[in-house]
């Protein structure tokens, strides 16, 4: 790996925790944790109905770590489980009504953060790290699907 290589890769990681970081910062006097934001975002972008399992995958996290989370959003009644249609094993989730209106909140808190950050910073330079985001999301994709 060339040095610049891994400066992209240290870079990379730096950038999400400082979104990360920024999120948190801005969501925290709404009495809003990282993993609640971050559970529900995730739960919106991947759909009404993911599988614990998958939702495990998506996040990065492992399973028993997720079901106390998943109980936690649950008790704030931000959640639902039901049988999966596919496995009566498996559960899903499911967003409330009330997920929905918190979302509201935490996507408009969410843009005023993208607008800070991302200030002056140009569209080609955006599209060109999208470029890059996309290349190696796929060789990711391409590899799990391998294995």
Known sequence: MSNQQQEF????????????FSMDDRFKPMGITDATWRTLFYLEQHGDGISQKELARVMGIEGPSLVRLLDNLQQKKLISRKPSKQDRRSKTIHLT???????DSLHAVAAD???????????????TCLKVFRHILAESNEENNDG
Do not use: P
Request: proline share 0%.
């Open 97 to 103: 009504s009330n997920a929905l209106k918190q979302l």
């Open 113 to 127: 953060v993208r607008r800070e950050l991302l200030t002056d910073i140009s569209a080609a330079d955006i599209e």
């Open 9 to 20: 890769i240290s870079a990379l990681f730096n950038t999400r925790n400082r979104v990360r």
